[in-house]
């Protein structure tokens, strides 16, 4: 997945260039003699530099938030020049807060169908293709309102010679996944469960989207690979392949980040755990215009992801014109123009809770069901549903009651959910506020009930 391609190239990048000129600064300073010895100490060596830690300490700490929108471009076949007309076959926006201590990654669909400036209505994918990363942080930002300060851009040979340098990523991989496409040499053969997948794999399994779930299939997938694959950029052998990631950074990554910015950013990565990771994709539906297959953005309900994962102000909330009381900006299925519907949900009362699991989980899953009701939260009911879809666990977001604070409430009243990632995914036809995926490693007994709400 390009996130983690991009994270480990960073990182390399970064520390290779930064520890390289303490070096320099440290010869100004010192005796011929001990300036010569550290000459000898070149990014080649082998011998350990120091854990990522160090890092902290010799940048100036990230300031401010940050908004970088991550592209992964595919290629154009063999003898084309690298990044010149290629679609971005992923595309995120990354929000990096240092105050809140949390990163939002927004992912957008690249069928998207939006204005292209001086190309008009297109996929969004295009618009690299058009004009490079200038023209898709342009497009971005006119269709969602979303300043964006950098992009990096790294293409699919990019993204498997990273999985090469890190190594072996333990992964879990959520159902079988069986693809074969020879003209673009991709043989896809990987079996559900938590497995070590070798270079070659991984780049499989971020890839994968033959079945029908398609692209947002796919999205789902690699913002998990994101929290999976973050511990591996945490392990100190990481300092021993900084060359090579170094040269894998000038070879297949553009970007606009200073040294410095990048160095920034991984020191701030460095302490980041999954639940301040959190995601979510642009809100829309599947259309067929003029024979093409797009996803029409609804731009209202996106404005609220937006809102939530990169802390963009929302201009107009409700919609002028709208005298409703409800301002739950969710997309409803139904009609094929590009507008967003108000849900009739009620703000009023508590944040409504949905319990979804697969076979296996039931008594985990009726358990975190009398927890919550003791609690004082409405619970709407428990979901049977294929293991595929309950392999995380998660705190969904549904609506846009659940705010920041809602959610941070929830984990410390049920203790239980305090490691859950939280993901936005605005569906004005789900039945509560908020669903909770009980994965199968979940263990949950209702005496996690705290004493004082047992008896209320």
Request: aromatic share 6%; hydrophobic share 40%.
């Amino acid at each position: 997945m390009v996130l983690a391609a991009i994270a480990g190239v960073a990182i390399g990048l970064a520390v290779a260039t930064t520890l390289n000129s303490q070096r320099s600064l440290q010869a100004n300073v010192e005796s011929p003699a001990n300036s010569a010895g550290n000459e000898q100490a070149s990014l080649g060596s082998t011998a350990p530099v120091g854990p990522l830690s160090t890092l902290a300490q010799l940048v100036p700490s990230l300031d401010h938030r940050m908004n970088i929108l991550l592209m992964g471009v595919d290629s154009n076949g063999r003898n084309t020049q690298r990044f010149v007309g290629t679609r971005s076959d992923t595309m995120m926006l990354v929000s990096v807060d240092p105050q809140a201590k949390k990163v939002g990654v927004v992912s957008i669909p690249r069928d998207s169908r939006v204005a292209i400036p001086g190309h008009g209505d297109d996929k969004i994918n295009a618009a690299h293709a058009f004009g490079g990363p200038d023209l898709a942080v342009s497009t971005v930002q006119n269709v969602f309102s979303v300043p964006i300060d950098r992009y990096v851009v790294v293409d699919t040979q990019g993204l498997k010679r990273v999985f090469e340098i890190l190594g072996p990523v333990e992964v879990l991989v959520e159902k079988k996944m069986f693809y074969n496409d020879r003209a673009a040499g991709l043989h896809i053969a990987l079996k559900p469960g938590l497995q070590t997948l070798d270079p070659t794999q991984a780049e499989e399994y971020v890839r994968f989207r033959h079945d029908c779930t398609g692209d947002i299939g796919r999205i789902d997938r690699q913002q998990w690979f994101i929290r999976q694959v973050y511990k591996k950029l945490q392990e100190p052998q990481i300092i021993l392949k900084l060359p090579d990631l170094f040269n894998a950074a000038n070879e297949y990554v553009v970007t606009n980040l200073s040294v410095q910015e990048m160095a920034q950013l991984a020191a701030f990565a460095k302490d980041l755990t999954p639940t301040q990771i959190e995601s979510g994709m642009t809100p829309g539906k599947v259309a067929t215009i003029n024979g093409g297959s797009y996803w029409l953005p609804d731009l209202q309900a996106s404005a609220v992801v937006f809102n939530r994962l990169a802390g963009i102000p929302i201009n107009s909330w409700p919609p002028a014109g709208d005298q409703s009381s409800n301002r739950d900006f969710a997309y409803a299925a139904g009609s094929a123009s590009n507008s967003s519907s108000l849900t009739s949900t009620s703000l009023t009362g508590p944040i409504s809770l949905g319990i979804r699991y697969s076979k296996g989980s039931e008594q985990a899953a009726k358990s975190l069901e009398i927890i919550a009701g003791h609690m004082g939260y409405k619970v709407t009911g428990r979901i049977r549903a294929d293991a595929a879809d309950c392999q995380h666990s998660a705190i969904i977001e549904n609506s846009v009651r659940p705010d920041q604070e809602s959610v941070r409430k929830l984990r410390n009243e049920i203790p239980c959910l305090a490691s859950w990632p939280t993901v936005v995914n605005l569906d004005s036809l789900a039945p509560c506020d908020i669903t909770l995926v009980v994965s199968p490693q979940c263990y949950i007994e209702t005496a996690e009930i705290p004493d004082q709400k047992k008896n209320k």
